[in-house]
């Protein structure tokens, strides 16, 4: 059983009823784990959990654990609780020096998304936890897309997390903490659990918490109508120990099984990632697949939605050539939520948010479905490590692409080539429609001068491996 989670409060909606109804274990395996409101809301759910007698394993990467050593030690004090930290920096205190006499190690992340109850049901995808990722946030939303999946799939994705859990580069907290007595650490613990109740109440009283509440994919699951989607799938994840060995030996990669998967198309293949740099070899798979009749679609962030400027660097030199080998490019507008609310697409996206693309989906024919946190760059690829499922499912692919179909010309530009009205040159442009009208745009979109200088610059250095 299969369900696509694509609005943010439902999202978060669902991870609260997996931490709230599971009786023996909860498995969170996080990238990011913000402590903001949605963030200590969550973990509060967990505790309660931990608090009924349910087995709770936290494993986070440590790049964003700055500072949380003592309020992670105080969960971790808990007896039902035990958090590990995936490839630890072992100066706790100068991360930045770490990085700098160190960086070959500490520039290998797990970037993997999971969290799974009682090894029944699991939530996979795109999306870590913090305000951003679930539509909590005022000035930015993450589109973002996550999959509720029960049945066999579920002990692959269990068996992913124990590879994680139990891996050379994972430590647990209590071997990195600085040591406390017991009274300090009882004390501390219960502040925490104060503040987390705190947090917890304050979010329910306002408008996103009741948007969380009346979530219809709750209310849908407690009525027993939930109109979920069946298929065979499978889990394709990297190895824990990728970060161990060298990023050209890819003999722990999930990148040739995915390849395997997406390069099986024969009629339609298509691609959405924020972050996309093909690189060489990406452009001659593209290509090839357009020369042997393969349409391709991509859809990735603008200029102006992308939250890594640099990334956009490294993808934009490529735009011309996908562009004349066929391939449908389109780059998701900041403004997409403010432009699909007024043609009644929002599906409750907040208006005033500005859009950033999140979701990793590659969709083969139609048919195939893969749903996770791998996206198309070199360091997903061969640095970090990733996951997602691959769903067999054409009324579920059916779905999403026709809800992708639907938004793509209000919430995105169509990059093409058009000829110079001068010099009669090709050369790219924007479309889109704004207010039901179809606007060209001939310099790139929300791109000022000073950008301009500063994506040239970015060009120039020798940095796309790490993109």
Known sequence: MFYPLT?????FAMRLALARTAQRSLDLQYYIFDADDTG?????EV???ADRGVRVRLLLDDLHTDGQDQALAALDAH???EVRLFNPFANRGMRMFEFATDFRRVDRRMHNKSMTADNQLTVVGGRNIGDAYFAAKSDVDFSDLDLLAAGPVVPQVSAVFDDYWNAEATYPLATLAKPQSDAETVAFQQRVRQY???RKVKLRATPYGKTVLESGVIRAIQQEALPAYWGRATVIADRAAKVTLPPEDNSTHAIPALLKVLGGAQHDLTLVSPYFVPGKAGMDWLVGLQQRGVQVHILTNS??????????AGYAPRREALVQAGVLLYELKPSAYAEMAKENKGRGMGGSSRASLHAKTYMVDRRLLFIGSLNLDPRSARLNTEMGIVVD???LCDMLGKRLDDAL???AYQVVLLPDPQTGHLQLAWITREDGVLRTYTSEPDMSGWNRIGQGFMRLLPMESEL
Not at 7 to 11: L, V
Not at 40 to 44: D, R, V
């Open 393 to 395: 499912s054409a009324p």
């Open 40 to 44: 200590l809301t969550l973990l509060a």
């Open 7 to 11: 609005a943010g409060a439902d999202a």
């Open 196 to 198: 987390l109740d705190d």
């Open 303 to 312: 200029f102006g939605a992308t939250d890594v400027s640099a990334v956009h």
């Open 47 to 49: 505790m309660a959990a």
């Open 79 to 81: 007896p039902n609780v």
């Open 409 to 411: 010309l209000d919430a």
